[in-house]
Nanobody, 121 residues
Framework: QVQLAESGGGLVQAGGSLRLSCAAS????????MGWYRQAPGNQRELVAA???????NYADSVKGRFTISRDNAKNTVSLQMNSLKPEDTAVYYC???????????????WGQGTQVTVSS
């Protein structure tokens, strides 16, 4: 499967910024979409932001205007710039890739191990 390596999580004060990065590796034929999900204790995992190979983006309403997702197709990486962070943004953030391998005819989801983002009030 696709391997996803995440970085950039940490502790920040409310109003601060963090930048998450995710690099995909493996025998990748194409990556249709990459994105970030998050999960807080006791909560469902939810989509934060996603970006397609064509550059179309999708954001959760709660982060619109504050977060920006970007991609580098040549490097198979995706980043999430998080500004004006709020305590409710605290969660484990997971990178996701919807990608097709050379050995497969259909795409599959792959997940990173997660990186902790903590926003203090």
């Amino acid at each position: 499967q696709v391997q996803l390596a995440e970085s950039g999580g940490g502790l920040v004060q409310a109003g601060g910024s963090l930048r998450l990065s995710c690099a995909a590796s493996g025998s990748i034929f194409s990556i249709n979409r990459m994105g970030w999900y998050r999960q807080a204790p006791g909560n469902q995992r939810e989509l934060v932001a996603a970006i397609t190979s064509g550059g179309s983006t999708n954001y959760a309403d709660s982060v619109k205007g504050r977060f920006t997702i970007s991609r580098d197709n040549a490097k198979n990486t995706v980043s999430l710039q998080m500004n004006s962070l709020k305590p409710e943004d605290t969660a484990v953030y997971y990178c996701n890739a919807y990608a097709t391998l050379w050995s497969s005819s259909i795409p599959h989801h792959s997940w990173g191990q997660g990186t902790q983002v903590t926003v203090s009030s």
